[in-house]
Antibody, heavy 124, light 107 residues
Framework: QVQLQQSGPGLVKPSQTLSLTCAIS??????????WTWIRQSPSRGLEWLGR?????????DYAVSVRSRIIFNPDTAKNQFSLQLNSVTSEDTAVYYC??????????????WGRGALVTVSS | DIQMTQSPSSLSASVGDRVTITCRAS??????LSWYQQKPGKVPDLLIY???SLQSGVPSRFSGSGSGTDFTLTISSLQPEDFATYFC?????????FGGGTKVEIK
């Protein structure tokens, strides 16, 4: 059974770095038919796609423009996981963060597997 | 970014009702649209992909249609377990963008 297991702190201080990890079981972070994505959800912003990492002979990362200057994704093939680092956080980054697998190709992608979600609060 | 406008934002319906939710894209996205159901405190669950393909395990009372800019999710006969919030998502271009959601409540 394919699962995504999220981990990371639930409280981050303003201006610091938010770090989350998503461990994959039953699939591979290097899969040629999947992309590994971070999505967040808050009452004020709804569901917001943050970006994805995927492997097609080499690694690709796509980031949302809204966070591009302060976000990094790191796929880890040895541990079969991927991580999110979001720098210089503010209260606007308080949200439930989901990792998810998208399946598909070209422009047709759909999100068929989600982590359980992690509430991250930015507060001093 | 492609904007996804979903309507209505909420609706009240009774068990057995036919429910229709629409999503409009700010530009043509072909059939690169999927629909999700989310219950309170739970993870979004894929219902429909490629605008009209039913995800494995999803009841056949759910159906999707549309292409280009206008899309519809239909629940043919609303069941008690269908009271939830529904979202559309376009994957034609990055960033992938979600609709604002439709909350289906019990009348």
């Amino acid at each position: 059974q394919v699962q995504l297991q999220q981990s990371g702190p639930g409280l981050v201080k303003p201006s610091q770095t938010l770090s989350l990890t998503c461990a994959i079981s039953g699939d591979s972070v290097s899969s040629n038919s999947a992309a590994w994505t971070w999505i967040r959800q808050s009452p004020s912003r709804g569901l917001e796609w943050l970006g994805r990492t995927y492997y097609r002979s080499r690694w690709y990362n796509d980031y949302a423009v809204s966070v591009r200057s302060r976000i990094i994704f790191n796929p880890d093939t040895a541990k079969n996981q991927f991580s999110l680092q979001l720098n210089s956080v503010t209260s606007e980054d308080t949200a439930v963060y989901y990792c998810a697998r998208s399946t598909g190709s070209a422009r047709m992608w759909y999100y068929d597997l989600w982590g359980r979600g992690a509430l991250v609060t930015v507060s001093s | 970014d492609i904007q996804m406008t979903q309507s209505p934002s909420s609706l009240s319906a009774s068990v057995g009702d036919r429910v229709t939710i629409t999503c409009r894209a700010s530009q043509s996205i072909g059939n690169c649209l999927s629909w999700y159901q989310q219950k309170p405190g739970k993870v979004p669950d894929l219902l429909i992909y490629a605008a009209s393909s039913l995800q494995s395990g999803v009841p056949s009372r759910f159906s999707g249609s549309g292409s280009g800019t206008d899309f519809t999710l239909t629940i043919s006969s609303l069941q008690p377990e269908d009271f939830a919030t529904y979202f559309c998502l376009q994957s034609h271009s990055t960033p992938h963008t979600f609709g604002g959601g439709t909350k289906v409540e019990i009348k």
